[in-house]
C-alpha cells in the first residue's frame, strides 16, 4: 500500500518530510508548523518502536530516514502525512558541501575527505559526487517512489504563497490568511531569528549557486550520472550555466506594513511586527487597516495594552504582560520551553528577559517595551518579589484534541475537556480544584470550583494527581482564555489560593445558546483514562 493513501484527521494531524539534506525540508517544517499550529519535534538519526512510541497526538518534523520497512509500516498504520523535498543536484551539493565545513558531527570518510576542498569544491567535490552523493540525493526520489507528496525547493523559493496553497490543498484545507501568515513568518530573515532556526541552515536561500560555484568538471560528471540525470527529466532541471536568474518572491506584497519602516511616531518597524500582526490578530487587516498609526484604537497601542492573561493573575501588574509580550512568548518554543508559567511563577523572569533582550532578538521599537520597564520597576519598587515555590503545583493543562497555541473555535453550548496534572510537595487537608473564563480587562466571566459544585476533594498527600474537567460553555459569543487553580479551605471555609494556571490558546466563542451570563455545567472528577496508578493518585492516594 502506498503512503498518504486517505486525508488525514485535522485534530490528529501528524506530518513527516523524509528527504535529502539541504533540499528545503527545514523550511517546509516551519512552514508547515505555522500553517496547522502543529508543535515541531525533533526525531534521531534511526527509527525505532521507541521513538514512536514518544512521539505526541499532533506534530510536524523532519529527518533524512531510509525508508524501512518498519518505519513505512508505522507510517500507513498511523495515516501519517508523508511529504518529500527535491531541489536541482548541483544546488543540492553544493548547499551540503557548505553545510559540512561548519557541522562536522557524525562525518563519515568520505564527507572528512570532502573537507581538505576548503572553502570551495575541487577534486574531492569530484570523487564525492561520483560515489557517496548519489545515494544521499536518491532518498528523496525514493520516498517520492513510495508516495510522498514531492515539493520542489525551487517552487517555495519562487513563490512561497502558492505553492504552500498546493502543499495544504493535499493534506487539509487552510485559509488564505493563514496561508500568507505562514509564507511571511518563513521569510528568511523572520525565521532565522533568536529562538528559531540557525542562520547557517538558509545560508543563501537562493538556486543556481551551481552555475557560478562548482567547476566545469564537477557539472560535466553530474550531468551525466544517475540518480542526476533522472531527477533533472523528472523535476524539469538543467546544466545550462547561462539560464535565466531564478524569479525572487516579493514579500512585501504579503507584508502588511508594504515595507515601510516607521510608524508615524517615528519609532522604527522591526522584523517581528508584521508576524505578530498576521499570526496574533487574524482580524487585523480590518481592525488596523493601516499598521503604522499610532494613535486611538491602533495596532501600536493593542501592542502595548495588557494581554487577556495578565488579568488572571493580579499579584503582578497587568503591564508585566502585555499584548506583545504574549504574541512574542507564543512565536517562540524556545521562550516557552525556558518560562514555562508566564502568568505566574515566570512573570517577572519572563518579564526581565523581555526588557533586556527582546529589543535585540526580536528587532522591537523601544516604545513598546519601556512601558513594560515601568511596570516591572513600579512592581520591585513596591517589594514585589514574584511567586515562590507553591505546597502544589498545576504542572500541566491540556484542553483535549486542540493543538497548543491553536485558538479553539467552538459553539456556544459545547463542551470541552480539560485534563490537568498536579504536582504536591506537601499535604492538603482540604484541597479545592476550580477553573475560569476571563476575558482580559473586562475581567471573570465565569468561575466555580469542586467546593462550589458540591463535589469535596479527598485530601492530598505528597504526591502526583491527574484530573478532568468538563465544562459546557453556555456563555455569551466572546473571546476567552481558561484558567484552573488548586486552592485549599482554611479553617472559616475561605478559599486560598495554592497556585493557577492559564492555558495559552485563545477559545472563540461563538452562537447565542446560554443559559444565563454567569453559569456552565461543570464536572469534576479524577481521569478514568488515566493508566492503573494514575486514577488510583486522583482519587486521593498518592503515587
Request: overall charge negative.
Amino acid at each position: 500500500m502506498a503512503l498518504n493513501p486517505a486525508p488525514p484527521e485535522p485534530a490528529s494531524l501528524k506530518i513527516m518530510i523524509l528527504s535529502t539534506p539541504k533540499t528545503g525540508n527545514t523550511w517546509l517544517r516551519w512552514l508547515l508548523h505555522y500553517a496547522y499550529d502543529l508543535p515541531i519535534v525533533e526525531l534521531p538519526m534511526e527509527w525505532s518502536d521507541t521513538v514512536a512510541s514518544h512521539l505526541p497526538k499532533r506534530f510536524v518534523t523532519h529527518q533524512h530516514l531510509t525508508p524501512e520497512p518498519a518505519l513505512v509500516r508505522w507510517l500507513q498504520r498511523n495515516g501519517v502525512v508523508v511529504l518529500t523535498t527535491v531541489r536541482h543536484p548541483g544546488d543540492t551539493f553544493l548547499s551540503l558541501f557548505h553545510f559540512l565545513k561548519w557541522n562536522r558531527e557524525h562525518l563519515d570518510a568520505a564527507a572528512e575527505a570532502l573537507l581538505k576542498d576548503a572553502d570551495h569544491p575541487g577534486k574531492q567535490a569530484l570523487r564525492y559526487v561520483q560515489f557517496p552523493f548519489p545515494q544521499i540525493y536518491a532518498l528523496s526520489h525514493a520516498w517520492a517512489r513510495l508516495g510522498a507528496h514531492v515539493v520542489r525547493y525551487e517552487d517555495l523559493l519562487a513563490d512561497p504563497l502558492a505553492q504552500l496553497r498546493v502543499v495544504t490543498a493535499r493534506i487539509a484545507p487552510v485559509e488564505e490568511a493563514r496561508i500568507a501568515m505562514a509564507a511571511l513568518l518563513c521569510k528568511p530573515e523572520y525565521l532565522t531569528r533568536p529562538g528559531l532556526v540557525d542562520p547557517r541552515h538558509l545560508r543563501t536561500h537562493t538556486a543556481r549557486s551551481w552555475a557560478r560555484q562548482l567547476p566545469a568538471e564537477v557539472v560535466e560528471t553530474m550531468a551525466r550520472l544517475e540518480p542526476y540525470k533522472s531527477a533533472c527529466r523528472m523535476y524539469s532541471y538543467d546544466w545550462d550555466a547561462a539560464g535565466p536568474a531564478p524569479v525572487e518572491f516579493d514579500y512585501d506584497s504579503i507584508d502588511p506594513f508594504h515595507g515601510r519602516r516607521w510608524f508615524d511616531n517615528g519609532e522604527p518597524i522591526g522584523a517581528s511586527l508584521a508576524a505578530i500582526y498576521l499570526r496574533d490578530r487574524e482580524g487585523g487587516r480590518e481592525r488596523w487597516p493601516d499598521p503604522t498609526l499610532t494613535e486611538g484604537e491602533s495596532f501600536w497601542n493593542w501592542l502595548r495594552l495588557p494581554s487577556v492573561a495578565a488579568w488572571m493573575n493580579t499579584g503582578y501588574p497587568p503591564g508585566t504582560l502585555t499584548n506583545l509580550m504574549w504574541a512574542v512568548y507564543t512565536m517562540r518554543p524556545d521562550l516557552q520551553a525556558a518560562y514555562k508559567d508566564p502568568v505566574d511563577h515566570d512573570r517577572m523572569a519572563f518579564a526581565a528577559w523581555f526588557i533586556s533582550q527582546a529589543h535585540t532578538e526580536n528587532e522591537l521599537p523601544w516604545g513598546l517595551l519601556g512601558p513594560v520597564q515601568e511596570a516591572y520597576c513600579d512592581h520591585l519598587k513596591s517589594g514585589g518579589v514574584g511567586a515562590q515555590q507553591p505546597v502544589a503545583e498545576i504542572t500541566s493543562l491540556e484542553i483535549i484534541g486542540v493543538a497548543h497555541g491553536a485558538p479553539l473555535v467552538v459553539r456556544c453550548g459545547s463542551r470541552l475537556e480539560i485534563l490537568l496534572e498536579l504536582r504536591l510537595a506537601g499535604f492538603i487537608e482540604r484541597p479545592v480544584l476550580g477553573c475560569t473564563l476571563s476575558n482580559g480587562e473586562r475581567g471573570v466571566i465565569f468561575a466555580t470550583d469542586s467546593a462550589r459544585l458540591g463535589t469535596p476533594l479527598p485530601e492530598l498527600a505528597a504526591g502526583s494527581y491527574r484530573y478532568r474537567i468538563g465544562m459546557v460553555l453556555t456563555v455569551p459569543a466572546q473571546e476567552c482564555f481558561l484558567a484552573v487553580g488548586i486552592a485549599c479551605l482554611d479553617p472559616e471555609g475561605n478559599t486560598v489560593v495554592i497556585h493557577r494556571r492559564v492555558d495559552h490558546r485563545r477559545i472563540v466563542v461563538e452562537g447565542d445558546k446560554t443559559t444565563g451570563f454567569a453559569w456552565c455545567e461543570v464536572q469534576v472528577l479524577p481521569d478514568a483514562t488515566a493508566p492503573d496508578g494514575q486514577a488510583r493518585q486522583a482519587a486521593g492516594a498518592a503515587l
